[in-house]
């Protein structure tokens, strides 16, 4: 019990030292999973190219890599979303598989245990309802009524298992972030009756959780592996890799760029990796901007996961914000828009200091706001006149009614500008294709000329002619003054389109890239290797 | 037989949508989508009470009644009332909400008003504005509620119509206020101008009001933006909530007004009438309404259509002999009815059907 390890109660009285067969480092690893030369082709890509992983049993190995690596893929061909090209094999334990056969249900016959990020746990059940979903109730045989003393039973061992500290009377969404992840992994668990008999995949877990809440969450993964529990763990954050991982596969344009063992994981060597050369030593330049064509300067704005944002815009000048998931780099772009105030911290415009209580507030000293989510900006059921006019309706409004011949004229003029393909003005908005109708939403707001236009994954979901145009609309904007941030998970669209990039992370800017340096792997760089809890020297030089 | 008449109409329509999706040019999906069936979709509802009225007037067992100018201005002046009910639930369901407090809302004013005239001896005019207040009153509740707390309109406002139901009953002690009510509200509520009746020149003036708001005006717009996409809504700048509030406002003051209307038609305030039922036939008149004209929205001329579609086609089936309880039974068809269309045409509407 001191010895705490998963499923150690039948198999392994002395988890800690019985697990021969599965140490790591062993003259003669045993593999409890391996991919061997699995490619996979999707039209106009190649996601995975010839990959072989091999994974010891008992270890936590990492799959590391940047977005569009090719780590999804595997995984989802791993549980059978999708099949690989033929070729390939995936050998788990003693069962080995064509990598183009896989399905969920040889996935879970084999012990494959996906935990995916958004855990698919229902908060407002229990947690040993939680526990029970999916695997079936105990019931009463006679009138099919739950018994709830034996799922109590059974939830109250498995917990025990996996040494999970809840009552299983708790409603989950009432536990800490970690709690529920560890819920999710027990649920997934429960029915191996060995650890060292399948494997834990997890992807990308820790996305979601505050710092605290990981270190709980790793000592339970550290815990599991010395039980004999083989983990994959998807992620693209470095620091986590360096902490827990006993090796580490680093994927690269769908290829395997390097297995290491822990010791050989230095962070620089991984970034190398990852980007696939080696490291430039220069940290990132950054200076204060200065000048009169200065149209924006943000100090200190902190709020939110926002700790001490200061930057400063140009007029006539594309600006994008690099960073992870929960760096906060959305934020910037809410607050700046008037969606939620600021704790702390000052907005300059023009030289004066602004703080807007409300969107129309913002709206009126020329901001403008494309959301990431099309959800969060489409008006479906209306027509794409009525889209295209949402930001200026009063602009319409003259001798007591709407004229809505000239709003009419104005939106056939708009679908000429911004190249929107529609039959006419009149069209229902949610028959456009997603590439149009996000070139309505950019319309809507270039057509009031903003200062300063906020994007938000602005071609997310649209088809590469329709990224194109966008990017060319927003170029005359800005050719015409209009000053652009944008955000965006895609790197090489933001070197493509910025004049200059700033990194943040976790709520700070670590680093400025500009002009002719910026390019796609020195960006992942920047984004991967920054420094999560020091402050950076480059902050405090953006400091006035 | 006149609902069957309605859904022979409408499912064509709703059936060969796909037949349209499978276009080429897949942008043009719905905009290229034959005129001809959008202009049939839009006028199906003003034909079927064109057919209502030839219908009842030919056959032999209703012809004599049913096509007479008395039978006309009753049925006119009988479903003014609903009428009014339906221009008020009109704004919440413009700005995606629901009121069904409407019916207990007018329960109550008519009892404010006639109260007011009977026992206090409140000059008319102010008497109306009571009533009207109240309701307004009673709709600034409803949309706190809702717009600033966040709660379900529909729960919302079924709980205040339970609220106002109950204080009816308490109040008047289930005994209808006969006395003391002005007799120029009386004569409003019966005469004729032009062989019209009075109220429904009321209706009018009230519906053009409500159209012109909801279609000529950015406040109209901004309610359809908001019961389109709410989210959406603010980021383009607009106060949601006070959107919302100012719907459930507008809504309580119809409601009062239509409490006015209930004691003129009826010269009486009578504690049952004024009610749930009222407000069903209500909200189906609107998701009727919205089958037609502007298909996909609610409007002000398809609820106004859909109301005497209900007032007469019911009363051409009452004329036949059929009992009293048809009218429920025709409002809840409707209504069930309406409801599927809408869904969908909107579903069509949205690309997915």
Same mark, same amino acid.
């Given at each position: 019990m001191e010895d705490p390890g998963v499923g150690a109660s039948d198999a392994h009285p002395h988890a800690g030292d019985s697990a021969s067969s599965v140490a790591p480092g062993a003259s003669a690893p045993a593999f409890a999973l391996r991919v061997a030369h699995v490619s996979k082709n999707f039209p106009g890509t190649r996601a995975l190219d010839d990959v072989s992983v091999e994974v010891i049993g008992g270890t936590i190995h990492c799959l590391l890599g940047a977005n569009g690596s090719g780590k999804s893929s595997l995984i989802k061909i791993l549980a059978g979303v999708y099949q690989a090209d033929p070729g390939g094999t995936v050998t788990v334990g003693s069962h080995t598989l064509d990598a183009d056969r896989t399905s969920p249900a040889w996935a879970r016959s084999v012990g494959l245990h996906f935990v995916h990020q958004d855990l698919a746990i229902f908060t407002s059940l229990s947690v040993a309802e939680n526990l029970a979903i999916g695997r079936g109730f105990p019931t009463n045989p006679l009138t099919k009524a739950v018994r709830w003393r034996a799922l109590g039973r059974h939830a109250r061992t498995v917990l025990e298992r996996f040494h999970v500290d809840v009552d299983p009377k708790r409603l989950v969404g009432d536990l800490r972030p970690a709690g529920r992840t560890m819920v999710a992994i027990a649920r997934a668990l429960q029915d191996q009756s060995d650890a060292s008999e399948g494997v834990l995949i997890l992807d990308e877990p820790t996305v979601a959780l505050p710092a605290v809440e990981v270190d709980v969450l790793f000592d339970a993964l550290k815990r599991y592996a010395k039980a004999g529990q083989t983990i994959v763990y998807v992620t693209h954050r470095l620091e986590e890799v360096t902490r827990i991982a006993d090796r580490v596969t680093v994927l690269r344009d769908g290829q395997v760029a390097a297995t290491l063992e822990s010791v050989e994981a230095t962070k620089e060597r991984l970034v190398e990796l990852i980007v696939g050369r080696a490291l430039d030593h220069e940290a990132a330049t950054s200076s204060t901007l200065g000048g009169e064509d200065l149209v924006l300067e943000v100090s200190e704005l902190s709020g939110g996961p926002l700790r001490g944002v200061s930057f400063g815009l140009r007029r006539g000048e594309v600006l994008g914000i690099a960073g992870l998931v929960g760096s906060g780099r959305t934020s910037i772009l809410t607050t700046l828009f008037g969606l939620q105030p600021p704790a702390f911290g000052t907005v300059k415009l023009n030289g004066e200091i602004v703080s807007f209580s409300s969107i129309d507030a913002a709206m009126d000293a020329g901001f403008g706001f494309v959301p990431e989510d099309r959800s969060e900006s489409a008006f479906v059921t209306m027509s794409l006149k009525e889209n295209l006019s949402a930001a200026e309706v009063s602009k319409y409004w003259r001798g007591m009614r709407m004229r809505e011949r000239a709003e009419a004229t104005d939106a056939r003029q708009s679908i000429v500008d911004f190249s929107i393909k529609a039959v006419s003005e009149r069209q229902p908005f949610a028959t456009l294709s997603g590439g149009n109708q996000q070139k309505a939403i950019v319309a809507r707001w270039l057509r009031r000329q903003p200062k300063i236009l906020l994007l938000d994954e602005p071609t997310q979901g649209v088809d590469v002619e329709a990224r194109a145009e966008i990017y060319r609309l927003v170029r005359e904007a800005v050719a015409s003054g209009t000053s652009v941030l944008v955000v965006t998970a895609d790197l090489e669209e933001l070197a493509r389109v910025s004049d200059r990039v700033v990194v943040l992370t976790q709520g700070r800017i670590s680093g400025e890239v500009r002009g002719p340096e910026i390019d796609p792997s020195r960006l992942t760089e920047l984004v991967l290797s920054a420094a999560p809890d020091s402050r950076g020297p480059q902050l405090e030089a953006s400091r006035p | 037989m006149t609902v069957e008449e309605t859904i022979g109409t409408g499912q064509p329509a709703g059936t060969t949508a796909p037949a349209g999706t499978g276009a080429n040019r897949t942008d043009a999906r719905a905009g290229g989508q034959s005129t001809l069936l959008y202009n049939a979709e839009r006028f199906a509802l003003p034909a079927i009470l064109i057919l209502v009225l030839i219908f009842f007037s030919l056959w032999g067992k209703t012809g004599n009644l049913f096509a007479t100018s008395i039978n006309f201005q009753e049925v006119g002046s009988d479903y003014v009332y609903i009428g009014m009910l339906a221009l008020a639930s009109l704004l919440p369901l413009v700005c995606g909400e629901f009121d069904f407090s409407v019916g207990s809302n007018a329960g109550f004013t008519q009892i404010v008003v006639a109260t007011a005239m009977a026992r206090f001896h409140v000059p008319l005019p102010f008497a109306i504005m009571l009533a009207i207040a109240f309701g307004a009153a009673i709709g600034l509740g409803n949309g706190n509620t809702v717009a600033? %707390?966040? %709660?379900n309109s529909l729960i919302v406002t079924l709980g205040t119509s339970g609220v106002l139901l109950g204080v009816v009953e308490w109040y008047t002690g289930a005994q209808s206020i006969n006395n003391g009510i002005s007799s120029k509200l009386l004569s409003f509520g019966s005469e004729n101008t032009l062989g019209i009746p009075d109220m429904v020149f009321l209706l009018l003036g009230v519906a053009l009001i409500v159209y012109y708001v909801i279609q000529h005006t950015p406040y109209g717009r901004y309610l359809t933006s908001v019961g389109s996409n709410a989210r959406a809504a603010r980021l383009v700048g607009l106060r949601v909530d006070r959107l919302k509030l100012s719907a459930f406002v507008l809504a309580g003051a119809l409601a009062g007004l239509a409490g006015v209307l209930l004691v003129a038609k009826n010269g009486s305030a009578t504690p049952e009438a004024g009610n749930v039922t009222d407000t069903l036939q209500a909200l189906a008149a609107c998701y009727l309404g919205a089958t037609s004209i502007r298909p996909g929205r609610f409007n002000v001329l398809g609820a106004m259509l859909a109301v005497y579609f209900i007032g007469f086609s019911v009363s051409g089936l009452a004329i036949a002999? %059929?009992?009293?309880?048809i009218s429920q039974v025709f409002s809840g068809a409707a209504l069930f009815i309406a409801v599927v269309l809408s869904t969908v045409i909107g579903r069509r509407r949205a690309g997915i059907g």
């Amino acid at each position: 019990m001191e010895d705490p390890g998963v499923g150690a109660s039948d198999a392994h009285p002395h988890a800690g030292d019985s697990a021969s067969s599965v140490a790591p480092g062993a003259s003669a690893p045993a593999f409890a999973l391996r991919v061997a030369h699995v490619s996979k082709n999707f039209p106009g890509t190649r996601a995975l190219d010839d990959v072989s992983v091999e994974v010891i049993g008992g270890t936590i190995h990492c799959l590391l890599g940047a977005n569009g690596s090719g780590k999804s893929s595997l995984i989802k061909i791993l549980a059978g979303v999708y099949q690989a090209d033929p070729g390939g094999t995936v050998t788990v334990g003693s069962h080995t598989l064509d990598a183009d056969r896989t399905s969920p249900a040889w996935a879970r016959s084999v012990g494959l245990h996906f935990v995916h990020q958004d855990l698919a746990i229902f908060t407002s059940l229990s947690v040993a309802e939680n526990l029970a979903i999916g695997r079936g109730f105990p019931t009463n045989p006679l009138t099919k009524a739950v018994r709830w003393r034996a799922l109590g039973r059974h939830a109250r061992t498995v917990l025990e298992r996996f040494h999970v500290d809840v009552d299983p009377k708790r409603l989950v969404g009432d536990l800490r972030p970690a709690g529920r992840t560890m819920v999710a992994i027990a649920r997934a668990l429960q029915d191996q009756s060995d650890a060292s008999e399948g494997v834990l995949i997890l992807d990308e877990p820790t996305v979601a959780l505050p710092a605290v809440e990981v270190d709980v969450l790793f000592d339970a993964l550290k815990r599991y592996a010395k039980a004999g529990q083989t983990i994959v763990y998807v992620t693209h954050r470095l620091e986590e890799v360096t902490r827990i991982a006993d090796r580490v596969t680093v994927l690269r344009d769908g290829q395997v760029a390097a297995t290491l063992e822990s010791v050989e994981a230095t962070k620089e060597r991984l970034v190398e990796l990852i980007v696939g050369r080696a490291l430039d030593h220069e940290a990132a330049t950054s200076s204060t901007l200065g000048g009169e064509d200065l149209v924006l300067e943000v100090s200190e704005l902190s709020g939110g996961p926002l700790r001490g944002v200061s930057f400063g815009l140009r007029r006539g000048e594309v600006l994008g914000i690099a960073g992870l998931v929960g760096s906060g780099r959305t934020s910037i772009l809410t607050t700046l828009f008037g969606l939620q105030p600021p704790a702390f911290g000052t907005v300059k415009l023009n030289g004066e200091i602004v703080s807007f209580s409300s969107i129309d507030a913002a709206m009126d000293a020329g901001f403008g706001f494309v959301p990431e989510d099309r959800s969060e900006s489409a008006f479906v059921t209306m027509s794409l006149k009525e889209n295209l006019s949402a930001a200026e309706v009063s602009k319409y409004w003259r001798g007591m009614r709407m004229r809505e011949r000239a709003e009419a004229t104005d939106a056939r003029q708009s679908i000429v500008d911004f190249s929107i393909k529609a039959v006419s003005e009149r069209q229902p908005f949610a028959t456009l294709s997603g590439g149009n109708q996000q070139k309505a939403i950019v319309a809507r707001w270039l057509r009031r000329q903003p200062k300063i236009l906020l994007l938000d994954e602005p071609t997310q979901g649209v088809d590469v002619e329709a990224r194109a145009e966008i990017y060319r609309l927003v170029r005359e904007a800005v050719a015409s003054g209009t000053s652009v941030l944008v955000v965006t998970a895609d790197l090489e669209e933001l070197a493509r389109v910025s004049d200059r990039v700033v990194v943040l992370t976790q709520g700070r800017i670590s680093g400025e890239v500009r002009g002719p340096e910026i390019d796609p792997s020195r960006l992942t760089e920047l984004v991967l290797s920054a420094a999560p809890d020091s402050r950076g020297p480059q902050l405090e030089a953006s400091r006035p | 037989m006149t609902v069957e008449e309605t859904i022979g109409t409408g499912q064509p329509a709703g059936t060969t949508a796909p037949a349209g999706t499978g276009a080429n040019r897949t942008d043009a999906r719905a905009g290229g989508q034959s005129t001809l069936l959008y202009n049939a979709e839009r006028f199906a509802l003003p034909a079927i009470l064109i057919l209502v009225l030839i219908f009842f007037s030919l056959w032999g067992k209703t012809g004599n009644l049913f096509a007479t100018s008395i039978n006309f201005q009753e049925v006119g002046s009988d479903y003014v009332y609903i009428g009014m009910l339906a221009l008020a639930s009109l704004l919440p369901l413009v700005c995606g909400e629901f009121d069904f407090s409407v019916g207990s809302n007018a329960g109550f004013t008519q009892i404010v008003v006639a109260t007011a005239m009977a026992r206090f001896h409140v000059p008319l005019p102010f008497a109306i504005m009571l009533a009207i207040a109240f309701g307004a009153a009673i709709g600034l509740g409803n949309g706190n509620t809702v717009a600033r %707390v966040g %709660v379900n309109s529909l729960i919302v406002t079924l709980g205040t119509s339970g609220v106002l139901l109950g204080v009816v009953e308490w109040y008047t002690g289930a005994q209808s206020i006969n006395n003391g009510i002005s007799s120029k509200l009386l004569s409003f509520g019966s005469e004729n101008t032009l062989g019209i009746p009075d109220m429904v020149f009321l209706l009018l003036g009230v519906a053009l009001i409500v159209y012109y708001v909801i279609q000529h005006t950015p406040y109209g717009r901004y309610l359809t933006s908001v019961g389109s996409n709410a989210r959406a809504a603010r980021l383009v700048g607009l106060r949601v909530d006070r959107l919302k509030l100012s719907a459930f406002v507008l809504a309580g003051a119809l409601a009062g007004l239509a409490g006015v209307l209930l004691v003129a038609k009826n010269g009486s305030a009578t504690p049952e009438a004024g009610n749930v039922t009222d407000t069903l036939q209500a909200l189906a008149a609107c998701y009727l309404g919205a089958t037609s004209i502007r298909p996909g929205r609610f409007n002000v001329l398809g609820a106004m259509l859909a109301v005497y579609f209900i007032g007469f086609s019911v009363s051409g089936l009452a004329i036949a002999g %059929v009992q009293s309880w048809i009218s429920q039974v025709f409002s809840g068809a409707a209504l069930f009815i309406a409801v599927v269309l809408s869904t969908v045409i909107g579903r069509r509407r949205a690309g997915i059907g």
